[in-house]
C-alpha cells in the first residue's frame, strides 16, 4: 500500500522567505502526483499536478519537482505571503490504481 | 468559474441519529468522489461514481453507510446511525474524466459533528 509522508507537519516563517515543501511516497510506481492547498475548514484547491514522465511543474511562484527513484516531490513556493498560509497536502495517484493516497499536509503560517 | 457545491456545511448531531449530506459537481463531470478527512490527516476516499455507477466503495462502512447518484448528477451521502468516531469533514470532489488522470475539483465540505 502506497505511503505519504509530509515532514514537517508545521512550520512557520517570515514573509518573503521561500518556502520548501516535502513529500515522500513508499512506491515509485505513480502515475502522477497533486499538490494541494486546504484553508482552515475548507475543502481542497489543487495547485499543481505533475504526471510521472514530467521532472517538475510550475506556476506563478509555485514550483514543484518530482523524482520517483527517490521517492520524493517538493513544492517551493517563492517570496512567501500571509496569504499562503495554509495547509499544504500531496497526493499519489499509484500506477496500477486510480485511488489518490493523500499526506496528512504540512501547516504552512507566514509572518507578517 | 464554476465549483463543487456541498450542503449542508456544518452539522452537529446526536449518536444514534440519521444525517445526509448533499453534493452537486461541476456540470459535466463523470466522475463523483466522497471522502472523509479526520482533523490534522489527509482525506481518505470513501466511495466513488462513474456517472451513476459506483466503481470503488471498498473504504464505505457499509453497515451504516450509504450513497447514491440516482440520475448521474448530485450524489447524497448518508449515516444511519451515526456514532462519535464519524465526526470529521466529508468532502465531495468531481472531475471530468475517470479518476486520478484529471484533476479533481472540491467542494467546501460539510463539518460533521457527533455527540
Not at chain 1, 513529500?23 to 502522477?32: G, L
Not at chain 1, 499543481?48 to 511562484?61: A, D, F, K, P, V
Not at chain 2, 456545511?9 to 449518536?15: C, D, N
Request: net charge negative; proline share 5%; with cysteine.
Amino acid at each position: 500500500k502506497q505511503e505519504v509522508t509530509q515532514i514537517p507537519a508545521a512550520l512557520s516563517v517570515p514573509e518573503g522567505e521561500n518556502l520548501v515543501l516535502n513529500c515522500s511516497f513508499t512506491d515509485s510506481a505513480i502515475y502522477n502526483l497533486q499538490w494541494f492547498r486546504q484553508d482552515p475548514g475548507k475543502g481542497l484547491t489543487s495547485l499543481l499536478l505533475i504526471q510521472s514522465s514530467q521532472r517538475e511543474q510550475t506556476s506563478g511562484r509555485l514550483n514543484a519537482s518530482l523524482d520517483k527513484s527517490s521517492g520524493r516531490s517538493t513544492l517551493y513556493i517563492a517570496a512567501s505571503q500571509p496569504g499562503d498560509s495554509a495547509t499544504y497536502l500531496c497526493a499519489v495517484r499509484p500506477s496500477n490504481d486510480y485511488k489518490l493516497s493523500f499526506g496528512a499536509g504540512t501547516t504552512v503560517t507566514v509572518r507578517a | 468559474e464554476a465549483e463543487v457545491a456541498q450542503s449542508p456545511r456544518y452539522k452537529i448531531t446526536e449518536k444514534s441519529q440519521a444525517v445526509a449530506f448533499w453534493c452537486d459537481p461541476i456540470s459535466g463531470h463523470a466522475t463523483l468522489y466522497w471522502y472523509r478527512q479526520i482533523l490534522g490527516q489527509g482525506p481518505e476516499l470513501l466511495v466513488q461514481f462513474q456517472d451513476e455507477s459506483v466503481v470503488d466503495d471498498s473504504q464505505l462502512p457499509k453497515d451504516r453507510f450509504s450513497a447514491e447518484r440516482l440520475k448521474g448528477v448530485d450524489s447524497t451521502l448518508k449515516i444511519q446511525p451515526a456514532e462519535l468516531g464519524d465526526s470529521a469533514m466529508y468532502l465531495c470532489a468531481s472531475s471530468k474524466g475517470l479518476a486520478g488522470a484529471d484533476t479533481q475539483y472540491f467542494g467546501p465540505g460539510t463539518r460533521l459533528t457527533v455527540l
